[in-house]
């Protein structure tokens, strides 16, 4: 335990615990400090589940950048917690983030997605643009509407006032690319174009075919045919 404790960083009711490539928080934290910890940074570890928050129920700060978290994310309710920074993490459902946090976490009003897919940041996806990001962000009040600091900006009045008017039809969605119809026993890369039926492309099973044709050339005026005396016929 002494081992353990000589990891954590202590200032106050401030605990942190940072870069310890942990994938799960550690029991010890919650049975030590989780009673009157008020703040608490897990960054810089390879988290895939916060399960062990249940012990902090007097957090008002979590800060979980940096890690593994995707959209299995499970919070314990935490009716204090005020910020939350979840930076560079693995998430991509923003909608299932949103209900999620609005259940859990009544109390919140500062939230950080940055370095996720399900935020649209230039500096993460290069095809999003800021008007992309602008929709994610009336998405994000229309379903946290008490949010007054989100990512780097403060949240604007006119920022809420859209929200309210059309944020449930601001989420940025990528569009699903459809597969083509598979085809038994075709291979899974397209054959290139041929304007041959469909039966003469297979080498495998390959049939000759045979068609009519409307004109019979007969090499009458061919320009080969004066070079050939009938005895080479």
Not at 36 to 57: H, I, P, V, W
Not at 86 to 105: C, F, R
């Amino acid at each position: 335990m002494a081992h353990n404790e000589s990891l954590v960083a202590l200032n106050g009711t401030q605990i942190s615990y940072i870069g310890h490539d942990c994938k799960e928080i550690p029991n010890f934290l919650g049975d030590t400090y989780g009673q009157f910890a008020r703040r608490l940074d897990l960054s810089f570890n390879q988290l895939r589940s916060l399960t062990g928050l249940k012990m902090f129920t007097e957090l008002e700060e979590l800060i979980v950048d940096n890690n593994l978290l995707g959209n299995d994310l499970l919070l314990p309710r935490l009716p204090s917690l005020h910020t939350l920074t979840l930076n560079k993490n693995q998430l991509t459902d923003i909608e299932a983030l949103l209900e999620h946090l609005a259940d859990v976490t009544p109390s919140l009003e500062y939230l950080s997605l940055l370095g996720n897919e399900a935020c649209p940041n230039q500096l993460v996806s290069p095809d999003k643009d800021e008007d992309d990001y602008q929709r994610y962000r009336y998405f994000v009040l229309h379903k946290l509407p008490h949010l007054k600091f989100l990512d780097t900006r403060k949240v604007t009045l006119k920022e809420v006032m859209e929200a309210q008017a059309r944020g449930a039809f601001m989420k940025v969605v990528k569009p699903k690319l459809e597969a083509p119809p598979n085809v038994p026993g075709s291979e899974s890369h397209p054959l290139p174009y041929t304007p041959l039926p469909r039966g003469s492309r297979d080498a495998k099973n390959h049939k000759g075919l045979f068609a009519k044709c409307r004109y019979v050339y007969y090499g009458k005026h061919s320009e080969g045919n004066r070079f050939i005396r009938n005895d080479q016929l």
